[in-house]
């Protein structure tokens, strides 16, 4: 706005006379210089001294009359791996960072180990306490699951062995049945021992094979949340190149089959060693190229009467078993499935070890253990 504008619009110029006043006023309004200041909310300015700044921001005020806005920062949560890794001295020795030890920690949370840290840090100082035994898990502390020390214990746990590290240490040793020497629990020695004393006053000597072993830290098979026996060292395979494990289903029809006339209750049901061996030769007399053949033209024979035969699924679940296992089978036909003389099996015995041979939910011709202490 000009001076010139300014006095003409108030009717004043310079010749006038002055008025003097106690309170002067300019004669006429800025509207933007005279406008009120805006007024501050005192409940704001009271809430500002209590506020922690060094926690909030505040937006600037725009436009005009809009109160600060205080936003809460979240404060950042340590994660919990990280902090287990800073107070448990073993896990922090042995992981380099928090992130590594992160990653073994959920591992063994999924094992359903209710405080993984606790358990981390007690097995590696087990592990740290007894170098010794690092070879029989191939120093497999956290690896492969199935031969780790850090999952096994947790196994020997549920049998009663909370320091699985102490308990190998303490009970595993060398011992020896007629030529073979492998690891295995000293109680083991004195039933092989007493069976041994047997077979050798009976006549009896013999060469065990290579594979010939007992102690072995590891799971049952594939399943990695059951321990197998021969980890705890009370268990002895005695030739088990030609005296398999039989678990499949599948293989045990093919057998039963074959062998009905012998086994009318079939493979699983039989315990009697003579029986069980008579089994076995009479597989590897019949199992063949011709025999397979003759259920495959039976299987077509009956795909083509009306009606179908009842039988008839049967058939096809044979012929199918035969297919899926036909590797296994054409071992037990030239091997036999059962191939250790009987006075061992019942030497064995007698001295206290129960023969897998007996089982009823599979069949373990090489297998025989302590019965659980």
């Known amino acids: 706005m000009s001076r010139q ?28 210089y005279d406008a009120p200041a805006p007024k ?7 809430k500002r001294r209590n506020v922690d700044w060094s926690r909030v921001t505040v937006e600037a005020q725009s436009p005009a009359g809009v109160q600060p806005q205080v936003q809460r920062q979240v404060a950042t949560q340590t994660p919990v791996a990280q902090t287990e890794w800073d107070t448990h001295r073993n896990i922090k020795a042995r992981y380099k960072t928090w992130q590594a030890y992160e990653a073994v920690r959920s ?45 096994l214990k947790r196994l020997y746990q549920a049998r009663g062995i909370n320091n699985p590290a102490n308990y ?32 050798t006053s009976a006549g009896h000597s013999f060469i065990l094979e290579v594979g010939t072993w007992s102690f072995v830290p590891r799971t049952f ?17 005695i030739n088990p190149q ?30 009697n060693f003579d029986n069980l061996q008579r089994a076995s030769d009479r597989f590897k007399q019949n199992f063949n190229n011709s025999w397979v053949d003759q259920q495959k033209e039976l299987l077509k024979d009956m795909s083509k009467q009306k009606p179908t035969p009842t039988d008839m699924p049967a058939q096809k679940k044979l012929v199918k078993a035969i297919q899926n296992r036909r590797s ?17 099996v019942e030497a064995l015995q007698s001295a206290g070890l129960n023969w897998g041979g007996t089982w009823s939910s599979a069949k373990d011709f090489m297998h025989f253990e302590l019965p659980n202490p």
């Open 221 to 237: 098979n594939d399943n990695i949340n059951k321990l197998s026996n021969h980890a705890l060292g009370r268990a002895i395979d």
């Open 328 to 344: 296994a089978l054409n071992k037990y036909a030239a091997n036999g499935f059962l191939n250790l003389p009987k006075a061992l």
């Open 107 to 151: 591992q063994v949370a999924s094992w359903g180990v209710n405080n993984p840290a606790d358990y981390i840090e007690a097995a590696i100082g087990e592990w740290n306490g007894n170098a010794g035994i690092h070879g029989y898990f191939g120093n497999n502390f956290d690896g492969d699951p199935h031969r780790s020390y850090l999952n």
């Open 5 to 32: 504008w300014a006095q003409k619009k108030s009717g004043w110029n310079s010749s006038m006379p002055v008025q003097k006043s106690s309170s002067w006023q300019r004669p006429f309004r800025d509207p933007i």
């Open 242 to 271: 030609n005296n398999p494990h039989i678990t499949s289903a599948e293989e045990v029809l093919a057998i039963d089959t074959i062998c009905r006339s012998l086994l009318p209750s079939g493979l699983l049901s039989e315990t």
């Open 40 to 46: 501050q909310t005192l409940s704001v300015q009271t």
């Open 168 to 199: 190998i240490a303490s009970n595993i040793v060398n011992i020896t049945f007629f030529n073979r020497t492998t690891q295995g629990h000293r109680d083991l020695q004195a039933a092989l021992n007493a069976a041994q004393t047997a077979l």
